[in-house]
């Protein structure tokens, strides 16, 4: 199976200046700033559904009611609990473009052995995961969970954490990173995700815009092909690129959409 992830032109470059590494350096973005307000709540909307539906079930009386608990830190970006956040790289089984892709110029889509990534992802520290489109599903899911860990919960006005051997801040992870509204199942995504501190990551400027971000180096073993979309009406940058690829070690007859031989 392939899994297709889309990367600048520019990034791409840039990266080839570490070639000899045959290692392809990818940035992760922090979950937060990588999806809309609106794709993370979505998930945690479930979550929040859940809550008042185990409420419902177990009926627990509004004034002990945990259903308004905040997920966020004051301010930020950040979960309550372990100030750690996730960042990541979103994967699609299809090669169908991306509903949020939203410039299509200067981009290669970039094809990856699935096999092969995961086998990096267990070296490396990083998770590979399906999303998932069934909201009923999930909730149900969560649900159950919340059997064993609604009352690891403190929520009051003035405070809100868990106990120690809570699974809640993982909860919250799952329904913001894996959860995807269901009018977009077709493109079957799967995100990579690493966890990093925000001592620990790395911050640049984007659309005037402060970023946070990590990177993590792909080995060329994990690529099968490449694409340069809309290559047909760019044919002075394709020519580049292939030269480019060379330089890289990435064969463009072997590699590169448009050059690639039959074998």
Not at 59 to 74: D, I, L, Q, Y
Not at 202 to 227: A, G, K, N, T
Not at 236 to 259: C, D, I, K, N, V
Request: charged fraction near 25%; hydrophobic fraction near 35%.
């Amino acid at each position: 199976m392939k899994l297709y992830s889309y990367l600048t032109l520019e990034s791409f470059v840039e990266g080839a200046k570490n070639s000899s590494l045959k290692l392809l350096p990818m940035q992760l973005s922090s979950l937060m700033y990588a999806f809309s307000d609106s794709s993370v709540g979505y998930g945690l909307s479930l979550l929040r559904h859940s809550i008042l539906r185990y409420e419902k079930e177990q009926h627990v009386s509004k004034e002990k009611s945990k259903s308004a608990m905040p997920f966020f830190r004051n301010h930020r970006k950040l979960f309550v609990g372990p100030e750690i956040e996730m960042y990541v790289r979103s994967f699609y089984e299809t090669p169908l473009t991306p509903h949020d892709l939203k410039d299509e110029r200067s981009l290669l889509k970039i094809a990856f052995d699935y096999e092969v990534l995961v086998d990096y992802c267990l070296t490396d520290n990083c998770n590979l995961i399906r999303c998932k489109y069934d909201a009923e599903e999930c909730i149900e899911n969560f649900v159950s969970k919340l059997k064993v860990e609604y009352d690891k919960i403190f929520y009051t006005e003035e405070h809100t954490g868990f106990k120690s051997d809570s699974q809640f801040f993982s909860m919250l992870c799952n329904a913001s990173l894996e959860m995807v509204e269901s009018q977009f199942k077709e493109e079957k995504e799967w995100r990579l995700m690493q966890f990093c501190a925000p001592e620990d990551a790395s911050y640049h400027m984007s659309d005037d815009q402060l970023l946070p971000y990590i990177q993590i180096s792909v080995p060329y073993d994990c690529i099968r092909s490449i694409e340069l979309l809309d290559w047909q009406s760019n044919e002075s940058t394709y020519s580049a690129l292939a030269g480019l690829m060379q330089h890289m070690g990435l064969p463009p007859e072997r590699f590169l959409e448009g050059l690639i031989e039959d074998e």
